[in-house]
């Protein structure tokens, strides 16, 4: 009830229904009412004239069939209309004629009704003398009702509407003005404690206990970022052109990524390569950039030209056994760690230049 009232109240819904019985004031009364006198209707069809212009019509076809014969063309000039409303008309038209004296003309009336095969009773008989009073209003189907105006029955059934929906109107808002019976909410008891025995016997005090605080919020939890497996990139010395990848997907299948390891720099000459850097990295189909870590010898990284010449393919880390490293995309997380390091050592070349062997453990994760 309560959301009906505020529906009800609101200036939306009852400038709405203001705007929808304006509309219909306007439409069907008004228009209907005051600007009917100067509408016209043009190119109309002859069976949607007025009854005495129909008359006429029905009555020259049926003069011009006299003349002609042409049955086809005088079933197409009373297109639309209904043996029915033809005969009645006829009917009318041949009585006038009667009573007028021309016997003539009625026998052109009833031949033309014959050819249409049209069944006009005794009215059609020449020289019929109809009963007094019964003379049919002209194209007249016997009319006077209210209902027999399109126009009027519009009018009518207007007005029932609006005055339903007025009456609902009226009824809905004295319902809304009756005040709402407001809840009795009983008054929060104090609580009592009883005060230690005092002379003269025991009596209750009140005492005020302090409020209690509301329980503090819980921080929200982080999210558990969705392992997406464990794998190990695996150098030995040897392994020229080193290369290694890893597809990230989904228990599903659904493709997210790819991450792996590769021989970055290498020093010396001749095979097999000596790798004094490896570049971890991690690609994001939904990123548009790839993450990738420099993971440096001791003697590389300590070389000042070396780090200038790598720092523009990624951060630079220095290799140390045990060491974790993170790549992050924008869904996408790789925890690296390297579990085994071993470093080579060739005559003429730096000691703790180049590796012998190195493992990283790669565990990718979904945000």
Request: glycine fraction near 10%; aromatic fraction near 6%; proline fraction near 7%.
């Amino acid at each position: 009830m309560n959301n009906r009232s505020n529906l009800l109240a609101s200036p939306l819904v009852l400038g709405i229904g203001g705007f929808v019985l304006g509309l219909l004031i306007g439409w069907l009364l008004l228009g209907a009412v005051a600007l009917s006198p100067f509408v016209k209707i043009v190119d109309t069809d002859p069976w949607d004239l007025n009854a005495a212009a129909r008359q006429q019509w029905v009555t020259m076809v049926a003069d011009s069939f006299s003349i002609n014969q042409d049955r086809a063309a005088a079933r197409e000039r009373l297109r639309g209309f209904t043996n029915e409303q033809i005969a009645d008309i006829l009917k009318a038209e041949i009585v006038q004629r009667n009573t007028k004296g021309d016997a003539t003309g009625a026998a052109r009336l009833n031949a033309f009704a014959q050819a249409l095969r049209l069944n006009l009773g005794t009215a059609a008989q020449p020289g019929a003398t109809p009963r007094p009073g019964a003379t049919p209003a002209p194209g007249g189907t016997g009319g006077g009702s209210l209902l027999d105006s399109p126009g009027t029955l519009l009018l009518g059934l207007a007005g029932v509407i609006l005055l339903v929906a007025a009456a609902l109107f009226v009824y809905m808002r004295l319902r809304n003005r009756q005040p709402a019976a407001k809840p009795v909410t009983a008054p929060a008891a104090e609580p009592v404690s009883f005060a230690p025995a005092q002379p003269g016997g025991m009596r209750e005090q009140p005492v005020t206990q302090p409020p209690i605080a509301p329980p503090t919020a819980r921080p929200a939890a982080t999210p558990i970022a969705k392992s997406l497996g464990t794998f190990a990139a695996t150098y030995k010395f040897g392994e020229d052109n080193y290369d290694t990848s890893f597809t990230l997907e989904t228990t599903r299948g659904e493709f997210l990524g790819e991450t792996g390891m590769g021989s970055s720099e290498t020093i010396g000459e001749g095979k097999p390569d000596k790798v004094t850097a490896f570049d971890v990295w991690l690609f994001d189909k939904t990123d548009v950039r790839t993450v990738t870590q420099i993971l440096m010898s001791e003697s590389a990284f300590n070389d000042q030209a070396t780090r200038q010449r790598l720092a523009t393919k990624g951060e630079l880390v220095l290799a140390e056994k045990g060491k974790s490293v993170r790549l992050e995309t924008a869904t996408l997380i790789v925890d690296c760690e390297i579990v085994d390091l071993v470093y080579a050592s060739t005559p003429g070349l730096p000691p703790n230049g180049h590796f012998q062997k190195l493992i990283v453990e790669m565990v990718p994760s979904q945000k």
